[in-house]
């Protein structure tokens, strides 16, 4: 079931002023650190996407080594798993495929919203997951590394990445979860199975879903959150991405 939004962030007050810059990260950071997730409406037009970015920390290249990716359908990529088509994608972190550590934030804002139904961002927040951990599993899933794959459309460009992490992963910057449906290695009966079934239901009950008007702006913890996507029939939808450093 999908729920309304509540880490929602007007870039103009109430007499349609654009809020000082001050203002508008001090309550940015105020939702981020509560929720885990920040939407930004009410975006005016010469308000800079990347430069806001810029301000949460170091840019992290995406796969092909633009740091400002488009996320759009794209040519020959329909039948395989991957961001640029129209299928669903399945709750999942950002980066379990990078040798380094994940990026913090994942930041999207829309150019062109789906016109029809579907395309929503949909979210989940791990934290009380995690927490409701036996201290044994929250142990298994911290001291266990797993192998994992890259997905099918990342691996068509070329990249057929490889790594070696565990679940969990204590951080000086704090906790890091990783976390795939379909991308993650393991044996029909390790522990992982039941934990990755566990953390989908869970995800299908509680997500939130971010349908898109014309320059939103959509900023989460990929540390803590998991993301995934709704289906769409719209090929014009075209939101822009970039990858956040701790």
Partial sequence: MAHSPISILSQVDFNGEPLTDELLMKTFHQLMDEHGYVLMCNVPEEFDPVRFCRRLGRFVPNYTGAVVGDVRPEPGMDDVYHAGNTR????????YDFAVVP????????????EGPGGETTLADTRPWVQSLAPAERE???TDAYDWKTTEGVQRLGLD????????EEH?????????????????????????QRWHAAFDREHVAI??????MLVWD???????RNAFSDRSRHLRRIQIAA
């Fill in 88 to 95: 669903p994608l399945t709750p999942h972190s950002e980066g």
């Fill in 103 to 114: 990026p913090r934030y994942i930041a999207l804002w829309c150019v062109t919203p789906a």
């Fill in 140 to 142: 298994r899933m911290t």
């Fill in 161 to 168: 990445l490889k790594t070696r992490h565990p679940l969990l």
């Fill in 172 to 196: 000086e910057g704090g906790l890091i979860v990783r976390f795939s449906c379909n991308n993650l290695i393991r044996d029909d009966d390790d522990p992982a199975v039941e934990l990755q």
């Fill in 211 to 216: 349908d898109y008007t014309e320059r939103d």
């Fill in 222 to 228: 990929n540390w803590r959150l998991l993301h995934a």
